[in-house]
């Protein structure tokens, strides 16, 4: 039975709104979580202030996601790049396979006179 930390939507169209929820990973997006975690609001909004940088919301129960991690919930890439935003995970780089390599150098054939 593998665990999962990942996202659920919710939110009206264009307008997504995600908890960060515990389930199991073969269970459906939006269906029953074990446990939610905190949420995660990806539309950049000022802050209450109304001067500065506008900011993406993250709010996450440390201690409950320090628990799951440590029993061997798996996160899922985005949430692990959430978690590593909150300060309970590094940073996850993810390497590019598909880089260019250099090219090999072709040898000319050389035809003999015979």
Not at 67 to 89: C, D, E, F, I, N
Request: hydrophobic share 35%.
């Amino acid at each position: 039975m593998v665990v999962r930390i990942r996202l659920a939507r919710f939110g009206r169209k264009r307008e997504p709104f995600y908890n960060i929820v515990v389930a199991q990973a073969r269970s459906a997006r939006n269906s029953l979580p074990l446990e939610v975690l905190g949420t995660y609001d990806p539309i950049p909004k000022l802050p209450a202030d109304g001067e500065g940088q506008k900011f993406k919301d993250i709010r996450v129960d440390t201690l409950r996601a320090k628990y799951w991690l440590g029993v061997g919930a798996q996160p899922t890439k985005t949430a692990w790049r959430l978690l590593s935003m909150a300060g309970l995970l590094e940073p996850q780089y993810i390497r590019n396979s598909q880089t260019p390599s250099a090219p090999t150098s072709r040898k000319p054939i050389l035809k003999s006179d015979n």
